[in-house]
């Protein structure tokens, strides 16, 4: 860049710079006597800086000390409603009340991770996420259970996917259609008392749950047909409405096993007048046993192998 100076009046005589001599150097510049050489400055500045540096730290410390006192202290900050959201089966009251919050607690002392343990622990409440809203309230969102099928043990339970045990009476928001669920049976080493909100941990009853759930997506209107899901070793074992004919399927490739299924049951009941059971288990071909012995039928072409 070039630098511009402004302009004052010329003098007619040109100064010529005399040409420095071999040896001999200009003398370095010093600051006068009375002065701060830049050096100096500097420092001064650095000192300046940590101090700001301290001071701002210092504050900020207090800040963090005082400023939950001021708003514990603040009744501009006393809690007031609770926003309760994606309730269908449960009732406001009963978040409440098992919330154990209570008008007039400070919003800023309330614990969040204390509230949500509570309400987690109904049983139809699977996650609960909780945020203030200041000045005065709080917003709880819940996530609600839902039945997948019921199941027999010292009584009748509902379950959900994750295999969590749910009352067995109605709830007020429940259909006749949620209701209309397959029983669980035969299912050992569950324990005898049971009570609902208890997790069953068994890799039997997982592996039918995650059967069932991938069915209902895959067809649901074939799954009505489906009164009952028993465990059956590689797969599982299926009683149908009316005549409680006996399907063994397994696991794997829930949907095209069900369009299997749905493609031979025509074919079973012209042949066969009597069947006992259906079993899909066999690649290639489906045995259906009855009165007599067992026989097996080719399984349609265009599904391959089973």
Partial sequence: ??????????????RHSLPEKRGHRQ??????????????????????????????????????????????????????????????LLRGQEILAASGLEEGQNLFLVDLAGVAARVEALPWVRKVYLER??????????????????IKLDQLYGID????????????????????????????GLGDRRTPGDRLVSPALRQALEWWRQARRADPEFCLNISEIQPLGGGVRLLLVGDGLEVRVPVDRVGERLNILKDMMQRIYREFPEPAYLDLRF????????????????KGGEHGAG
Avoid: I
């Fill in 1 to 14: 860049m070039t630098a511009v100076r402004p302009q004052g009046k010329t003098s007619r005589r040109r």
């Fill in 27 to 88: 003398p370095m510049a010093v600051p006068r006597e009375g002065g701060k050489a830049a050096g100096v400055w500097r420092g001064g500045r650095c000192r300046l800086g940590y101090l700001v540096l301290v001071v701002l730290a210092g504050a900020l410390l207090w800040a963090g000390l005082k400023l939950p006192r001021l708003f514990a202290a603040a009744p501009e900050f006393r809690l007031q409603a609770l926003e309760v959201k994606g309730l269908r």
């Fill in 133 to 150: 809203r200041p000045p005065d309230r709080l917003r709880l969102q819940v996530e609600e259970r839902r039945r997948l099928a019921w």
């Fill in 161 to 188: 996917e994750s295999g969590v045990l749910l009352p067995a009476e109605k709830m007020p928001g429940e259909t006749r259609a949620e209701l209309d669920l397959p029983l669980l049976t035969g299912f050992e």
């Fill in 283 to 298: 690649a290639g071909q489906a045995v259906v046993g009855g009165k007599a012995a067992p026989q097996s039928l080719a």
